[in-house]
């Protein structure tokens, strides 16, 4: 009886514990900074040659195909 009762303990213990290390978690990441777009070029070979001449200045700078309407290229970037 005392070693379920103990299994019980330490189990919502360790459920306790995930949730809040997670919601740490969560609001470090936050603080930090987030993803967002910094420009939009049109879909050509000009516009994807622009884009790549552009993420140089923009921190893990990356560019993708607008994934909605695949009508533009985004340059996506981390701003702190």
């Known amino acids: 009886?005392?070693?379920r009762?103990?299994?019980?303990a330490c189990l919502v213990a360790g459920s306790a514990l995930a949730v809040t290390s997670g919601v740490a978690t969560a609001s470090e990441v936050t603080a930090q900074g987030r993803w967002m777009?910094?420009?939009?070029?049109p879909v050509s070979t000009q516009g994807w040659a622009d884009c790549w001449n552009a993420k140089v200045?923009?921190?893990?700078?990356?560019?993708?195909?607008n994934s909605d309407t695949g009508a533009t290229i985004d340059l996506w970037g981390w701003a702190s």
């Open 1 to 3: 009886m005392r070693a």
């Open 37 to 41: 777009v910094f420009a939009t070029y």
């Open 5 to 8: 009762k103990f299994a019980a």
């Open 57 to 65: 200045n923009v921190a893990k700078g990356d560019c993708k195909l």
